[in-house]
């Protein structure tokens, strides 16, 4: 049996139940393809297995490969890759499908990567399932008013249905991690919940806000118009936003009107080079 290796943080769950639970989170059918990051032992492998025909395991440890084919042989179609390095639209395609639903429990110090990866490729998603920090959990489905609530809960959200399935203890993983983990589904749609029209600009503005989370607008954003107050009341008026706000009081829709306001006032005073 292979030993965790503690420099990939790896824990490997261990609970029957828990197994069952994630993989009918799942709600996989024999036609589906499942990509499963970091199969690890094959606790979930063989749960999904028993669902499809096609399972794709994302595996970067050497010894974990083999013992996972010594296992599962030929059924399951295994890739020694980083999953930061995985192009989740070349493998679907080269796989022959469509869409996948995506299964994994993440390395909680490559949480925030792995999903915004995992959004990149959101067109070529079903739905994800995955194992994270519950720290974590709680922030991608954070709403407005919520200390949570930040760039992550409206990245995630601005593209699915995020929701916290439920909390698993460290007792269910072997090593026993020092935290409580939590099991999200992400559902996925063809379209963008929300109507943005310049995403790069829009998170440019999400993540200068909150990076001074504490201040209110006005000052957490005085950086973007060069210090010119004035010209920030105008973008408030134009965008019906009290700026006197602090940055978790902001929903998606009014950063949007934010955004449109403020790179419209760009354009006007000739600063177009501003929205890039």
Known sequence: MTKPNKGLAQHFLTDAGAVQKIVRAARVHANDLVVEIGPGRGALTGGLLAQSDSVVGIERDEALCDFLRSRFGCGLRLRKQDVLEVDFFELIRGEGFERAILVGNLPYYITGAV???????RSRFKRAVLTVQREVARRIVAT??????GVLSIAVQLHAHPKILFDLAPGVFYPAPRVYSSVIRMDFHRETRYRIQDERFFFRVVRTAFGQRRKM?????LGMVHGEMEILNRVGASADIDFRLRPEAVSIPEYERISRALKASFQSSGQIHESR
């Open 144 to 149: 407005p008013g919520s200390r949570d609530y």
């Open 115 to 121: 999903v915004r990866r995992i959004l990149n490729a």
């Open 217 to 221: 607008l006005k000052n957490a954003l």
